[in-house]
Nanobody
């Protein structure tokens, strides 16, 4: 059973950067794809970025492309989301998710495990 714990959220100013971390325990990261999703107040959860279990394959939402970077360190059992040029529309709870043999697709049903989320608040 995999457990995911996000960290790194907090309060940022517009234009700032934050790096979210997702620490996985219970299994090794090999063979798992990971995704980051977010949910803003009053809105549906939406896909942000994903990284396949196949090395080098990543996928980004249009809103994240060019600003966010997803990466993984299998040796540290951790997945990261580097977020640059933050704006107020990035304010949300960010969730990490994992799926066995995940290819980095943006749909929820690829992911079996979810973290509890970390709050990101960007003030303008």
């Amino acid at each position: 059973q995999m457990r995911l714990v996000e960290s790194g959220g907090g309060l940022a100013q517009a234009g700032d950067s934050l790096r979210l971390s997702c620490a996985a325990s219970g299994v090794t990261l090999n063979g798992y794809g990971f995704g980051w999703f977010r949910q803003a107040p009053g809105k549906e959860r939406e896909f942000v970025a994903a990284i396949s279990y196949i090395p080098g394959n990543t996928n980004y939402a249009a809103s994240a492309k060019g600003r966010f970077t997803i990466s993984r360190d299998n040796a540290k059992n951790t997945v990261y989301l580097q977020m640059n040029s933050l704006n107020s529309e990035d304010t949300a709870v960010y969730y990490c998710a994992a799926g066995r043999y995940g290819l980095g697709r943006p749909s929820d049903d690829e992911y079996n495990y979810w973290g509890q989320g970390t709050q990101v608040t960007v003030s303008s």
